[in-house]
């Protein structure tokens, strides 16, 4: 692009301050879709209905996600990242192996404890909506659950590796983790704490069991 077709700077501050605005509207709305379809479903969002709720135009929201299906997963996006940041980024200090393993399992309990979103864990309450469903929404959800499945099988493969606990099959493992995981999301709901020491004595079954060498 030559001098001349390129923006003047106060043109291109203008577009850039409208670039800014629309991330933060987006950043606004899908935190608020995640809510709700943490509790209601991917399937109860509609451009209307978030733009009544945070009092936006409905044009405005659909000028910014066109469609419900880039509405979903714009919102699948949104919890992704809300897990990584309390879930996943909080343990990358922490030794790979049982440590580690059980540290997500705590930031994981954390997560669905507190909760971090409106209606707890936002894949227990979408998967089971989208498992039959194939599609672009059940592909990014059926995507986060696999990664979350290969984090755990690593940290148990890395354990087995260096000789913390007995050798085992990493992915049945993390399978059943996963599955305590989501039955606990499931009590915590229906005011079930003590499902909290149930998850820490499942994880530590296979975070505690030492190898024959140890």
């Given at each position: 692009m030559s001098e001349l077709e390129q923006p003047a700077p106060e043109a291109a501050g203008i577009s850039d301050q409208r670039l800014l605005r629309g991330a933060r509207a987006r950043q606004t709305i899908t935190r608020h879709a995640v809510d709700v379809a943490s509790l209601e479903g991917l399937n109860g969002l509609s451009i209307g209905r978030l733009a009544t709720d945070l009092g936006l135009s409905k044009s405005g929201v659909a000028t910014l996600f066109g469609t419900k299906e880039k509405l979903q997963l714009a919102t699948v996006a949104a919890a992704r990242e809300a897990?990584?940041?309390?879930?996943?980024?909080?343990?990358?200090?922490?030794?790979?192996?049982?440590?580690?393993?059980?540290?997500l399992t705590e930031h994981w309990i954390s997560y669905a404890e507190t909760p971090l979103f409106a209606g707890g864990c936002f894949w227990g309450a979408n998967l089971p909506d989208f498992d039959s469903r194939p599609g672009p929404v059940r592909d990014a959800?059926?995507?986060h659950h696999r990664d979350w499945l290969a984090l755990i099988a690593g940290e148990l493969r890395g354990a087995v590796a260096a000789g913390e606990i007995a050798d085992l099959d990493a992915e049945f493992a993390a399978f059943q983790i996963d599955a305590v995981l989501m039955a606990a999301n499931t009590a915590l709901r229906l005011g079930d704490h003590e499902a909290v020491g149930k998850v820490r004595r499942v994880v530590e079954g296979f975070a505690g069991t030492r190898s024959p060498s140890s």
């Open positions: 897990f990584r940041e309390a879930v996943v980024r909080p343990v990358s200090d922490v030794p790979h192996g049982v440590d580690r393993l059980r540290a959800l059926v995507g």
